[in-house]
């Protein structure tokens, strides 16, 4: 969500806490966990969200929700290293894990193998 | 938590296989081979959500992998379970279903069908007959040859050769005795024979760089 209202044109995929637009349950908080972000050419590159309760699909200006995600203390993030000729992707979403996964891996490449 | 962030679906692979504790070495072993060639494991045990049906979840999960590894080496009877267990059988049906008869982007899907014994599937699911299907003994080191030879046989044009089985085994080891266990015991993951498939995939690529840089600096 972030990343959708961040600049970046790419759809993206993400999760939204929104109300449901329908009526059916007026007011109600949920979770979308649904596709939110600029979708393909059927929808006409606008942001979709999915009521899980009514399975109401309105197409909605999420600034209120993307706000509130770009203060989550999570991030996406990948990289990549090479092992034995074949590149492996790491990709994550918290950062704070990955970081200390990330010191634990430079500590033990210093260390080395055990004899 | 937010979700994990995904690679797309040419470098996605669904698992389906037994989560049992018998087949925990050969599911583990499929799972490093996986990471080894530079693929991203995806199965049922990624995502715990009680309010989602599982049949949902595993069917978007395989619309989401163009590849997938299916082991119906478990469908049989013993004492404990006098009826077979359909469920990897029944997700495979999914994969081709998909591939057969889905939207064009699933018609690349590509499948690895692992069996325990030579022909065993001709009297549990004859339908198949017709394919190729792998053999790993229930032995890590079959199941690993296996996996390796089906992503080194689907490589693109021009790309170098995936490394060989013997090499991915002997990492494989090195992870499962050294790298795995000490890096699950500093994160405070627990035990390393627990962990869950999350953590077991981080820790795999943690793993493999850390012998990549070993293997750049000649330490082993």
Same mark, same amino acid.
């Not at chain 1, 990948?78 to 500590?107: C, H, L, M, Q």
């Not at chain 2, 060639?37 to 999960?61: N, Q, V």
């Not at chain 2, 049906?93 to 069996?115: F, P, Q, T, V, Y």
């Given at each position: 969500m972030?990343?959708a209202s961040?600049?970046?044109r790419?759809p993206v995929i993400g999760v939204a806490v929104t109300y449901c637009p329908s009526g059916s349950?007026?007011?109600?908080?949920y979770?979308a966990?649904t596709k939110v972000g600029l979708v393909g050419s059927r929808n006409g590159r606008k942001t979709v969200a999915k009521c899980r309760?009514c399975a109401y699909i309105a197409g909605m200006a999420l600034k209120a929700t993307a706000?509130?995600?770009?203060?989550?203390?999570?991030?996406?993030?990948?990289?990549?290293?090479?092992?034995?000729?074949?590149?492996?992707?790491?990709?994550?979403?918290?950062?704070?894990?990955?970081?200390?996964?990330?010191?634990?891996?430079?500590?033990?490449?210093?260390?080395?193998?055990?004899? | 938590?937010?979700?994990?962030?995904?690679?797309?679906?040419?470098?996605?692979?669904?698992? #389906?296989?037994?989560?049992?504790?018998?087949?925990?070495?050969?599911?583990?072993?499929?799972?490093?081979?996986?990471?080894?060639?530079?693929?991203?494991?995806?199965?049922?045990?990624?995502?715990?959500?009680?309010?989602?049906?599982?049949?949902?979840?595993?069917?978007?999960?395989?619309?989401?992998?163009?590849?997938?590894?299916?082991?119906?080496?478990?469908?049989?009877?013993?004492?404990? #379970?006098?009826?077979?267990?359909?469920?990897?059988?029944?997700?495979?049906?999914?994969?081709?279903?998909?591939?057969?008869?889905? &939207?064009?982007?699933?018609?690349?899907?590509?499948?690895?069908?692992?069996?325990?014994?030579?022909?065993?599937?001709?009297?549990?699911?004859?339908?198949?007959?017709?394919?190729?299907?792998?053999?790993?003994? #229930?032995?890590?080191?079959?199941?690993? &040859?296996?996996?390796?030879?089906?992503?080194?046989?689907?490589?693109?044009?021009?790309?170098?050769?995936?490394?060989?089985?013997?090499?991915?085994?002997?990492?494989?080891?090195?992870?499962?005795?050294?790298?795995?266990?000490?890096?699950?015991?500093?994160?405070?993951?627990?035990?390393?024979?627990?962990?869950?498939?999350?953590?077991?995939?981080?820790?795999?690529?943690?793993?493999?760089?850390?012998?990549?840089?070993?293997?750049?600096?000649?330490?082993?």
């Open positions: 972030a990343l961040s600049g970046i790419k349950e007026p007011g109600r908080r979770w966990p309760f706000k509130k995600r770009r203060k989550a203390p999570t991030a996406n993030g990948s990289d990549s290293f090479v092992y034995r000729g074949v590149r492996i992707t790491r990709t994550w979403t918290n950062s704070k894990r990955r970081k200390e996964i990330d010191e634990a891996i430079r500590a033990m490449i210093q260390r080395g193998p055990a004899s | 938590m937010a979700r994990p962030a995904r690679p797309g679906a040419k470098r996605s692979v669904f698992l #389906n296989c037994p989560f049992d504790e018998d087949f925990k070495p050969v599911y583990r072993a499929i799972v490093f081979a996986i990471v080894a060639c530079g693929f991203t494991p995806r199965c049922a045990l990624e995502r715990l959500d009680g309010g989602e049906y599982r049949l949902d979840k595993i069917a978007a999960m395989i619309g989401a992998c163009d590849w997938g590894i299916h082991d119906i080496s478990r469908v049989e009877v013993d004492a404990a #379970n006098p009826v077979p267990r359909f469920n990897m059988p029944m997700e495979l049906g999914i994969h081709l279903g998909a591939r057969l008869l889905g &939207e064009r982007r699933h018609r690349r899907k590509r499948a690895l069908i692992l069996e325990s014994a030579a022909h065993r599937y001709d009297q549990t699911l004859s339908d198949i007959s017709g394919q190729d299907i792998a053999q790993h003994g #229930n032995d890590p080191a079959r199941a690993i &040859e296996a996996v390796r030879e089906f992503f080194n046989n689907y490589r693109p044009k021009g790309t170098p050769a995936l490394p060989g089985a013997k090499a991915l085994l002997e990492d494989y080891q090195r992870i499962r005795t050294d790298i795995g266990p000490r890096l699950a015991e500093e994160q405070r993951l627990g035990p390393w024979d627990e962990l869950s498939f999350r953590d077991y995939v981080d820790l795999v690529e943690a793993g493999l760089e850390v012998l990549a840089s070993w293997r750049k600096e000649r330490r082993v």
